[in-house]
């Protein structure tokens, strides 16, 4: 099959492109031919709530990029939508997770779909957004219409794409492992790597820092934990940090709170989940998280709250614990964690767990959902 994925990818960093980098070299590894498309401009800066879009690491091995889409140019999205739909792939994979994209990607979707032998499928983060506007559903439903099928990662995303469409192709497939940030280390060496001390306990928050996320909550937890544990912070913010920065001042476990708060480039993620023996989630609503994948891949129990599909990728007491949206019961839960060898139990769980977030399930979700759209 030729394959062409259209979304973020290197010279871009962060989630978005790991798992398109990913997925394409899984299906190159099944004997596709798989290419990314990516941006020239991503998006402008006055959108953009980071310091920088581009990343540090190397361009990944083995997966062909290019960049030729501008998010804000409408001519180039004819030009690029044309060139696409005479290379006449099999598929196009659009990954979709914000309504600002939807004006680019849908039309670039519709010139594509014109050479009646393309079939256009998104996977889609979101299809609500976190972070909300008055003009997301008008956007929403214009990208909607330029899509053959969808395959979403939680029933909370399937949910909501039937508030828009209930009659196109969809398949319901859990984010996959994130197994591109390298192999795990012992917790000494990623504490030296992180100047902490490798004889004390932590539980780490990790990504990107945005108030539906959260930490809020895990700080004011953390400030009520009777476990002897500290608490790493390592992400970029990509809301006002000010508040944040107050409510650490004034915790009586401030000296107990380590704070990372630039972007974590791909070759350093391991160090943190490898210093940690827990990740905490504690999202006031969510979809999914690829941070829990990332956690699974170095065996590193969870805490999350039961929103979004959240708990449907941490089943309770099995690799973790599942709580609510509550101060109190995100600091009981911490505690937990450290109570009747519950850590070990969850870490010897993992392996078993997290079978089921295999690529290959992914790529034959979206080859099934092309079949049965010929």
Request: proline share 5%; glycine share 6%; hydrophobic share 40%.
């Amino acid at each position: 099959m030729k394959i062409v994925l259209i979304g973020t990818a290197w010279p871009y960093r962060g989630g978005l492109a790991a798992f398109n980098e990913r997925l394409i070299a899984a299906f190159n590894e099944e004997g596709h031919q798989g290419a990314i498309t990516t941006f020239t401009l991503q998006y402008p800066n006055v959108f953009f709530p980071g310091k920088t879009q581009l990343s540090t690491s190397p361009a990944p091995q083995h997966v062909s990029i290019q960049r030729a889409v501008n998010s804000i140019a409408p001519w180039n999205w004819y030009a690029v939508g044309n060139a696409i739909q005479k290379q006449k792939p099999d598929i196009v994979i659009i990954k979709y997770w914000t309504p600002l994209m939807a004006p680019c990607f849908g039309t670039i979707a519709r010139i594509i779909r014109k050479n009646k032998h393309t079939q256009v499928i998104c996977i889609a983060d979101n299809i609500i957004p976190h972070e909300r506007h008055f003009w997301d559903n008008w956007l929403t439903r214009y990208f909607i219409g330029g899509v053959d099928a969808f395959v979403l990662m939680s029933n909370t995303v399937l949910q909501d794409l039937a508030r828009f469409d209930r009659k196109k192709l969809r398949a319901v497939n859990p984010h996959p492992l994130f197994d591109n940030f390298g192999e795990a280390v012992s917790k000494a060496e990623a504490c030296t790597f992180l100047k902490l001390d490798p004889e004390k306990n932590y539980i780490l928050f990790f990504g990107f820092i945005r108030d539906y996320k959260g930490l809020d909550v895990l700080i004011e937890a953390f400030n009520q934990t009777h476990a002897d544990c500290d608490l790493i912070i390592a992400g970029e913010f990509y809301a006002d940090r000010t508040a944040y920065d107050d409510q650490i001042a004034k915790s009586p476990k401030r000296n107990n709170i380590h704070r990372f708060h630039n972007f974590i480039p791909d070759g350093a993620v391991k160090y943190f989940f490898c210093a940690a023996d827990a990740v905490v989630q504690p999202y006031k609503h969510a979809t999914q998280s690829g941070v829990t994948q990332i956690a699974y891949h170095f065996d590193v129990p969870m805490i999350v709250t039961n929103t979004g599909g959240l708990a449907e990728l941490v089943p309770n007491q099995v690799v973790g614990l599942v709580t609510e949206v509550n101060d109190e019961k995100i600091a009981l839960a911490i505690d937990t964690l450290y109570t009747n060898d519950n850590l070990q139990k969850f870490r010897a769980n993992m392996a078993s767990e997290k079978s089921r977030f295999s690529w290959s399930r992914m790529t034959e979700t979206i080859l099934g959902l092309y079949r049965r759209l010929r």
